[in-house]
């Protein structure tokens, strides 16, 4: 068949009915795949439609003009894939092959016109041991009833949600090859593109664009999918930039993914793991990224039965920040977190996980942290350079830990700030990590390296102080070791300032201290149960 003889007109399928082009959409679609395949052309112009099928052999182009939009109408939509707030998929892709939206036109999701933009989330803080807010309750934040008191103002917080809403917009369940290229999706109302039970899907040059403040919003959800590529995209998102999960009842593994040369905005974490994590997700690179003023940047939140291992972030520029509001995440360049969801959470493990070559500006330090009992194997910082500055959102939501969402532990709960912090992990590298911090920090921030019950620890090449200078950091230390065993720190070198550079407590297993430049540390720490050689001054 020729190519002329292959494209479909959706003008040429039938007129709109009281402005709604669906019928044309399903009419040029239909009659598309029942030739046995092509393209589906949608000329430049504006058309709003309810849902959308797509079928195998398909692909829908849209030119360079062309602007869809979803109905305001519920009945226009499926009332199959319900969504948990009622929303409606858009555009549908189910057990099909080859499947394609392509183009220089764009797709208009009309959130800000769904959304209730002049109001925020409700909520309310009047009482610390429950805020409808925090999820899974009581919260312990260092603010106690202020923290999230409306009362502090809600400029910055996510909008509240409709009674209806059309999401997710394109979801394509148990597809085989399917390709997202160069289109524009804006200003969605929940989540923008969702794979789940897929295989050899390709999202390439599309730019995402949502607003920053409607919840739910997710760039990019790849649920028990193989074999993704996603490349040279732009996303802005209120929630997660490009999500993954995995569920033991779907028979394909979330594996083989790749992202590269993105940029990524979120309100939420621009690259996140979970929550959703019941089955296996494995063997995933993330390379030439960067990150702009996001709330989280790489984040893996663990909850659940399933194994999360060999996953390499490599190449990437953050910039990360303290928003004010009930967002999950405190402004961390990099969270991995294992955490139980409830008290009946058989917890699953991670393992082998890396970050490479990263660079971070941030208003909170890095995280690694695994509830008592979790399983966390093989973390490596190669390369990482953190620099941590102060936030105008320290006061409302600073100085606390975020572990949302768990019934098991507090939530959020007040701790000092390490530059990076490492709890319950086992096998955990530093290698040529630097941190640098701005003056006149609150005074949570503490120590550089932080490290809490790891068994196994080199530090190698770090570099770096406390928080604090003079008599303001005395208590705390360039790295600090708290029940810490099997322990080497070489080739490192206190940055200037550092009043102690190692504090041990209750460590076990010190092994070598070598080849430290500790020339301007005021106190060169806990170093007598090391062997030490090379060290300056010498100890």
């Not at 923290?147 to 997710?168: I, M, N």
């Not at 003079?470 to 322990?487: K, T």
């Not at 080739?491 to 010190?510: C, M």
Request: charged share 25%.
């Amino acid at each position: 068949m020729s190519p002329a003889a292959s494209a479909y007109d959706v003008t040429e399928y039938g007129d709109p009915d009281d402005g709604v082009h669906t019928d044309a959409f399903r009419g040029a679609i239909d009659a598309c795949a029942d030739a046995g395949g092509g393209t589906v052309v949608v000329p430049s112009g504006e058309y709003t439609t309810g849902t959308i099928r797509l079928r195998s052999d398909v692909t829908l182009h849209l030119e360079a003009g062309a602007v869809v939009r979803p109905a305001t109408e519920e009945s226009a939509f499926t009332s199959k894939h319900i969504g948990p707030d009622g929303e409606r998929v858009f555009l549908l892709a189910e057990d099909a092959e080859n499947v394609t939206i392509a183009g220089e036109g764009e797709f208009d999701g009309r959130g800000t016109e769904f959304m209730r933009m002049d109001t925020p989330i409700q909520g309310h803080s009047n009482e610390s041991a429950s805020h409808p807010l925090v999820s899974n309750g009581p919260h312990e934040a260092r603010q106690g009833q202020r923290y999230l008191a409306r009362s502090d103002g809600t400029e910055g917080w996510p909008v509240a949600k409709p009674d209806f809403r059309p999401g997710p917009m394109f979801r394509f369940n148990h597809c085989t090859d399917v390709t997202v290229r160069d289109v524009t999706l804006r200003d969605m109302p929940a989540w923008t593109l969702s794979f789940h039970g897929s295989e050899e899907i390709d999202v390439l040059g599309v730019d995402i664009l949502n607003h920053m403040l409607i919840p739910n919003c997710d760039g990019i959800h790849i649920g028990d999918s193989r074999n993704v590529h996603v490349s040279d995209c732009t996303i802005r998102s209120c929630d997660d930039c490009i999500t993954f999960g995995a569920r033991p009842d779907v028979e394909t593994t979330c594996e083989g993914v790749t992202v590269t040369n993105c940029t990524l905005s979120s309100s939420a974490c621009a690259i996140k793991f979970g929550s959703g994590t019941d089955d296996t997700i494995r063997d995933c690179v993330f390379q030439n990224i960067v990150v702009q003023g996001s709330n989280r940047g790489l984040g893996i939140q663990h909850r659940d039965s399933g194994d999360l291992e060999n996953v390499l972030f490599t190449d990437v520029v953050i910039d990360s920040n303290l928003l004010p509001g009930p967002w999950w995440g405190k402004g961390e360049p990099i969270h991995v977190s294992s955490v139980p969801r409830d008290e009946d959470t058989e917890l699953g493990a991670i393992r082998n996980v890396r970050f490479e070559n990263v660079v971070a500006r941030s208003e909170n330090g890095a995280l690694v942290y695994g509830a008592e009992g979790s399983d966390i194997e093989n973390v490596t910082f190669d390369d990482v350079r953190i620099e941590l500055t102060g936030s105008e959102n320290a006061e409302l939501v600073g100085g606390n830990f975020d572990l949302q969402p768990t019934s098991v532990l507090p939530p959020i709960f007040e701790h000092d700030i390490a530059g990076v912090h490492v709890e319950n992990v086992r096998n955990v590298t530093m290698r040529d990590v630097e941190l640098s911090w701005a003056d006149d920090l609150p005074g949570y921030y503490r120590d550089g390296l932080a490290c809490s019950n790891v068994e196994g620890v080199l530090v190698d090449g770090f570099v770096g102080r406390q928080a604090h200078r003079g008599e303001d950091g005395s208590d705390g230390a360039a790295i600090r070791l708290s029940d810490a065993r099997d322990v080497t720190v070489r080739d490192s070198r206190a940055a200037d300032g550092t009043t102690t550079f190692l504090a041990l407590d209750g460590t076990e297993d010190e092994r070598l201290l070598t080849n430290n430049d500790l020339l301007d540390a005021e106190d060169p720490g806990d170093v007598e149960r090391f062997a030490t050689s090379g060290n300056a001054p010498s100890l």
